[in-house]
């Protein structure tokens, strides 16, 4: 099939159409903002209105720039306190352009942005923690700490120190400095907190060291209470077992003098009752306790002893 030259013409003159409009035409969304330049000079005024606007082709260009809050996340910074404890401070801050003809005079782009960024908030937080003691970066106000039990848990030295400024007071002046400055660049700076506060490793294995130290002295007192009460409850047991043990045998021996003497009241009465019978059975009962085949006994025969024996004998 041949294709006409009014054809190929009508095809190149739509695509060249095609080109000149796209070009021509650019789209502003809710969360964006435009700047023209031509040549790489900006002109005209932002285009913050959403819709399709036009421009010149070829020879203006359309620079898009973000409308909404952005995050700025610092790498963590080495830095000495005002007390000469070496620590790493990490932060992070939202930020949006707020003025897209300066931005793009200043800095261009979201890179150049994010580099002046680091320039400004790591030099301010840097200049605020070494006007600050260790303990003003880790704590915000001078609320006690709890305590559980009975007895306190031992502080160490950075807890008893008191707090004027506080972390959250020294993150303002760190924003309100460093917000005096961003505007310079078309940037405004609305938050910045301070996300992680730690030691370098040399001084924390010796931080540990005393951490460990502590507990280990808190835990050697828990230990000695414990040991103390434990004294003081055996001795009581020992003062209530002796107690219950002395009430025991002063019971016992009342009982058994009791009985003694019911058995003593019963021996009367059968003595009384048959006087000689008593006797003889008393008699009896004491050859049988006493005497056996390896006793011997040197009595003259005219002894009591040998009453009955001579009374059965015959003699």
């Known amino acids: ?16 159409v095609l080109i000149v409009l796209s070009g021509t035409l650019y789209i502003v969304t809710e969360t964006n ?46 830095i000495p306190t005002r007390d000469k404890k070496y620590i790493w401070v990490d932060t992070y801050a939202r930020w949006r352009i707020s003025n897209p003809l300066v931005f793009f005079q200043r800095v261009r782009d979201e890179r150049g942005a994010y580099s002046r960024l680091d320039d400004i908030l790591d030099g301010e937080t840097r ?6 003691a260790l303990i003003e970066i880790v704590r915000t106000s001078n609320r006690p700490f709890e305590i559980t039990g009975e007895t306190a848990i031992l502080q160490t030295e950075e807890e008893l120190e008191s707090v004027s ?32 506060v730690n030691y370098i490793e040399e001084v924390q294995q010796k931080v540990f060291d005393r951490m460990i130290a502590e507990r280990q002295r808190i835990a050697a007192m828990y230990r000695s209470e414990g040991d103390g009460k434990s004294a003081e409850i055996r001795g009581q047991k020992e003062r209530e077992l002796k107690r ?10 009342e009982i058994k003098g009791r009985a003694d003497g019911e058995a003593t009241r019963i021996y009367a009465e059968a003595f009384n009752r048959d006087p000689e019978f008593y006797q003889f ?4 009962d004491t050859y049988r306790t006493t005497l ?12 009591e002893f040998f009453k009955f024996l001579k009374s059965l004998s015959g003699r």
Request: hydrophobic content about 45%.
């Open 127 to 132: 200049n605020a923690v070494a006007n600050a």
């Open 1 to 16: 099939m041949k294709v006409s030259l009014k054809t190929i013409l009508l095809a190149g003159l739509l695509l060249v």
């Open 244 to 253: 219950i043990q002395s009430g025991a045998y002063k019971t016992a021996q």
């Open 165 to 196: 400024l506080g972390r959250d007071k020294i993150s303002r002046i760190i924003l309100e400095k460093a917000a005096a400055i961003t505007p310079e660049f078309g940037i405004e700076l609305r938050d910045l907190q301070v996300k992680r």
């Open 33 to 78: 903002q435009v700047i023209i330049t031509q040549f790489g000079k900006p002109i005209g005024d932002m285009v913050t209105r959403p819709g399709v606007h036009l421009k010149m082709p070829f020879i203006q260009k359309a620079n898009f720039f973000e409308k909404r809050w952005l995050e700025w996340d610092g790498d963590p910074n080495q």
């Open 281 to 284: 059975w008393k008699t009896l």
């Open 292 to 303: 056996d085949s390896n006793t011997w006994l040197l009595l003259s025969t005219n002894n």
